[in-house]
C-alpha cells in the first residue's frame, strides 16, 4: 500500500461546551498492488489464473464527530454519546491482469468490475459508513470509560 502517509487535515473542531471533538482527514491517493494465484473447478470444467492487481483509490476523504458526556453517578468516566464516521471515496481504478489468455476479454472484464467497483461506491459507501460507526460505537466507548474528564482535559 501507498499513499497513506501523504493525509492531510482538513479540519479539527473542538467544542468544550458540548464535548464534542471533529475531525476530516483527507489522503489524495492510496494505491494496492499485488499478485494472486487463483483456480477456480465448475464441475468438469477447471481454470488456472495469475497475475497482478492494482487498486488505484483517488481522494479518501474521512471524517469523525464524536461527543461525549460524563457518568456523574460512576465517578466521572467518560460516556460516549455520539460517534459518526463518514467516508468518501471520490473515484477508484481497479485494474487486474492475466484472468484469462486473451487480452480483450481481460479488459472487457476489467470494465465491468471497474463499473460493479463505481457502483458500489455510490450505492453503498453511506451505508458502510454507518455501520462502521455503529460497530466502532461500543469498543470506542469502553476504551473512554477509562478516563475522566479531568484525563481529558488537563
Same mark, same amino acid.
Given at each position: 500500500?501507498?499513499?497513506?502517509?501523504?493525509?492531510?487535515?482538513?479540519?479539527?473542531?473542538?467544542?468544550?461546551?458540548?464535548?464534542?471533538?471533529?475531525?476530516?482527514?483527507?489522503?489524495?491517493?492510496?494505491?494496492?498492488?499485488?499478485?494472486?494465484?487463483?483456480?477456480?473447478?465448475?464441475?468438469?470444467?477447471?481454470?488456472?489464473?495469475?497475475?497482478?492487481?492494482?487498486?488505484?483509490?483517488?481522494?479518501?476523504?474521512?471524517?469523525?464527530?464524536?461527543?461525549?458526556?460524563?457518568?456523574?453517578?460512576?465517578?466521572?468516566?467518560?460516556?460516549?454519546?455520539?460517534?459518526?464516521?463518514?467516508?468518501?471515496?471520490?473515484?477508484?481504478?481497479?485494474?487486474?491482469?492475466?484472468?484469462?489468455? @486473451?487480452? !480483450? &476479454?481481460?479488459?472487457?472484464?476489467?470494465?465491468? =468490475?471497474?463499473?460493479?467497483?463505481? *457502483?458500489?461506491?455510490? +450505492?453503498? $459507501?453511506?451505508?458502510? @459508513?454507518? !455501520? &462502521?460507526?455503529?460497530?466502532?460505537?461500543?469498543? =470506542?466507548?469502553?476504551?473512554?470509560? *477509562?478516563?475522566?474528564? +479531568?484525563? $481529558?482535559?488537563?
Amino acid at each position: 500500500m501507498e499513499g497513506l502517509r501523504w493525509y492531510v487535515v482538513d479540519h479539527v473542531t473542538f467544542n468544550t461546551l458540548r464535548l464534542a471533538l471533529g475531525v476530516q482527514i483527507t489522503v489524495p491517493w492510496l494505491t494496492f498492488t499485488g499478485s494472486y494465484d487463483a483456480f477456480a473447478r465448475v464441475a468438469l470444467v477447471t481454470h488456472n489464473a495469475g497475475g497482478n492487481y492494482r487498486v488505484f483509490i483517488n481522494r479518501l476523504q474521512t471524517s469523525v464527530d464524536v461527543r461525549v458526556g460524563t457518568n456523574i453517578l460512576g465517578g466521572g468516566t467518560l460516556i460516549l454519546r455520539e460517534l459518526n464516521i463518514d467516508i468518501v471515496i471520490h473515484d477508484i481504478n481497479i485494474q487486474i491482469d492475466g484472468m484469462v489468455g @486473451s487480452s !480483450l &476479454l481481460n479488459n472487457m472484464i476489467n470494465a465491468w =468490475v471497474q463499473n460493479m467497483a463505481q *457502483n458500489l461506491l455510490r +450505492d453503498e $459507501l453511506e451505508a458502510f @459508513s454507518q !455501520l &462502521l460507526s455503529q460497530q466502532l460505537f461500543d469498543v =470506542v466507548a469502553e476504551f473512554l470509560a *477509562n478516563f475522566t474528564l +479531568d484525563d $481529558l482535559l488537563g
